[in-house]
């Protein structure tokens, strides 16, 4: 589709080196956490090859598909998630006319709804699907028991890896079909990086404003514990490991600054046309992808997710205040209610730094306000 390959080829050799780092862990080595990686090939600026998956299914029509059809019905039906969302958002935007201008309309849900009203409705949509989509889909795969266990086990751990290892590299936009499930292992894989290193809380006109995905099919997979177990635990065991080996993968990262690819260098454009420029600016579009690896080294100092997120969506929003001030206050949450909103910023231990990101991905005062194209109530 004439993209420039370099960012996702030089993801997929960042994702390489987590893969070493955790062959060279005890404990991610004994449970056997690693990501599910494809060969890319950059030829030019605007020609490329993506090693084809076989075996797979996006992670949408694997769900879907484990609908019976009058389920199938009343979710695509005017009753269903989807349209109920997008007539909860437009109800603060009184004129018609502006109801396809999602920048506008999610700005208004930011500023005119309360915690209390958002959470609400997002978990009276969130009932509209069942709750066990994602267990029906696996229990589809497995020929006894004993296999159920063994896919939804590989499930959960694939993807608490996929989470760590994207937050740490800012990989965003994830919607259901930029992930892909092995039919025969059960295993996640991550696909399709356009938006990487917090592009997509920075630049997009609805900022995604969660570290990765983490929405009620993927908790459901570890009932009864939810995230509290399996989940947590392997994201602690990943994170501990890469943070040990933070300079490896960041003395990678060099080859972003010697050689931008075409997104970065229309990202750093982007950017010193809105005025929120770094104190090297005058380096030109340089400034773009050293300011980007040094978010990533604060992520593996241990550094608050919600404090990077917000400096990261000031780059990109805080020109419109009043919609950034309403956005920013839902993302640092609330010390009585959120984990992240209840630690420092700067610091944190593992064990610190998953619980806040647990809380970041999960936290319905969010994922209510989340476009709708993203679909937070999978």
Not at 245 to 263: A, H, Y
Request: aromatic share 8%; net charge positive.
């Amino acid at each position: 589709s004439g993209e420039d390959l370099r960012m996702d080829q030089r993801i997929e050799t960042l994702f390489f080196i987590m893969n070493k780092v955790m062959s060279a862990d005890p404990a991610c080595r004994q449970r056997k956490l690693h990501l599910t990686t494809y060969k890319v090939i950059s030829m030019t600026q605007r020609v490329g090859l993506i090693e084809w998956m076989k075996n797979t299914q996006p992670l949408k029509e694997f769900l879907k598909d484990a609908l019976t059809d009058d389920e199938r019905r009343y979710i695509d039906g005017t009753q269903g998630p989807h349209l109920q969302h997008v007539n909860w958002t437009r109800v603060v935007v009184p004129n018609k006319n502006d109801w396809n201008k999602y920048q506008l309309v999610y700005d208004e849900v930011f500023k005119k709804y309360s915690h209390t009203e958002t959470v609400k409705e997002f978990k009276l949509i969130e009932g509209k699907v069942p709750w066990d989509l994602s267990r029906r889909a696996i229990k589809r795969m497995s020929a006894s028991p004993e296999a159920f266990h063994v896919l939804k086990t590989a499930m959960i751990t694939s993807h608490a890896v996929i989470c760590i290892c994207q937050y740490l590299l800012g990989i965003g936009d994830r919607h259901l079909s930029n992930f892909m499930v092995n039919l025969k292992t059960g295993h996640l894989v991550g696909i399709d990086f356009g938006h990487a290193f917090g592009s997509a809380t920075q630049f997009l006109p609805v900022p995604e404003l969660v570290p990765f995905r983490l929405t009620r099919q993927l908790v459901n997979l570890s009932m009864p514990l939810q995230v509290n177990g399996q989940m947590e635990s392997t994201m602690r065991h990943v994170l501990h490991a890469v943070r040990q080996n933070s300079d490896l993968l960041l003395s990678t990262m060099d080859v972003f600054v010697k050689e931008p690819s075409l997104d970065w260098l229309k990202f750093a454009e982007k950017q010193m046309e809105s005025g929120n420029m770094a104190e090297d600016a005058d380096q030109g579009c340089q400034f773009y992808p050293k300011q980007k690896i040094q978010v990533a080294r604060r992520k593996l100092k241990g550094d608050n997710p919600a404090y990077i997120m917000k400096e990261e969506l000031a780059l990109g929003h805080q020109n419109r205040k009043s919609a950034f001030e309403s956005r920013v206050s839902v993302l640092l949450g609330d010390k009585k209610r959120n984990v992240r909103a209840d630690l420092p910023a700067q610091h944190l231990t593992v064990e610190q730094q998953v619980a806040a990101l647990i809380d970041h991905a999960t936290d319905p005062n969010i994922l209510g306000r989340m476009w709708a194209g993203w679909e937070p109530w999978v």
